[in-house]
Antibody, heavy 122, light 107 residues
Framework: EVQLVESGGGLVKPGGSLRLSCAASGFTFSSYSMNWVRQAPGKGLEWVSS????????YYADSVKGRFTISRDNAKNSLYLQMNSLRAEDTAVYYCARECSSTSCYGAPDYWGQGTLVTVSS | DIQMTQSPSSLSASVGDRVTITCRAS??????LAWFQQKPGKAPKSLIY???SLQSGVPSKFSGSGSGTDFTLTISSLQPEDFATYYC?????????FGQGTKVEIK
């Protein structure tokens, strides 16, 4: 069974840092691209960042570029999001999501974690 | 960036109704379109990829269609467990973008 479990969320002051983790199990993690997607309270879904299976390709939303860093450790089956210079508008539930790897669905998110809440407030 | 526009933003429907949600892309995205369902306080659930293919385990009452810029999600016979918010997302190019969501409520 595919499982994605996020952790690392919490309350942080503006300008602070936080590192989110996503522990993957039930599939060959090293074969899949992964995404971070966030959802501010009462708002819609917003894509944050993507990383390819071998970390060769990395993409960021403009809203986080230069402040957030996505990474992965395939030996530990883990995905990370280092968040620096946090702002109030970064307050959201952060989800990790796996991208489908087969030819027919390549690039489409197929499994999601339960999310971890990040609150940026003084 | 590709803008995704869903309509309506919300709708009220009864159990057994056929419901259709529309998603329009600001430029052509071929069939690189996914649909998700999200219930309050829960993570999104993937329903459809490549505009019309059901994810594994998703019931056939859900169907998707479209290509290019115009797409639809149809629920053939609405059941109580289908009341949720639905999102489309294009994965044709970065930045990946979502529609604003369509909330399906009980009439």
């Amino acid at each position: 069974e595919v499982q994605l479990v996020e952790s690392g969320g919490g309350l942080v002051k503006p300008g602070g840092s936080l590192r989110l983790s996503c522990a993957a199990s039930g599939f060959t993690f090293s074969s899949y691209s992964m995404n971070w997607v966030r959802q501010a309270p009462g708002k819609g879904l917003e894509w944050v960042s993507s990383i390819s299976s071998s970390s060769s390709y990395i993409y960021y939303a403009d809203s986080v570029k230069g402040r957030f860093t996505i990474s992965r450790d395939n030996a530990k089956n883990s995905l990370y999001l280092q968040m620096n210079s946090l702002r109030a508008e970064d307050t959201a539930v952060y989800y990790c999501a796996r991208e489908c790897s087969s030819t027919s669905c390549y690039g489409a998110p197929d499994y999601w974690g339960q999310g971890t809440l990040v609150t940026v407030s003084s | 960036d590709i803008q995704m526009t869903q309509s309506p933003s919300s709708l009220s429907a009864s159990v057994g109704d056929r419901v259709t949600i529309t998603c329009r892309a600001s430029q052509g995205i071929s069939n690189y379109l996914a649909w998700f369902q999200q219930k309050p306080g829960k993570a999104p659930k993937s329903l459809i990829y490549a505009a019309s293919s059901l994810q594994s385990g998703v019931p056939s009452k859900f169907s998707g269609s479209g290509s290019g810029t115009d797409f639809t999600l149809t629920i053939s016979s609405l059941q109580p467990e289908d009341f949720a918010t639905y999102y489309c997302q294009q994965y044709n190019s970065y930045p990946l973008t979502f529609g604003q969501g369509t909330k399906v409520e009980i009439k």
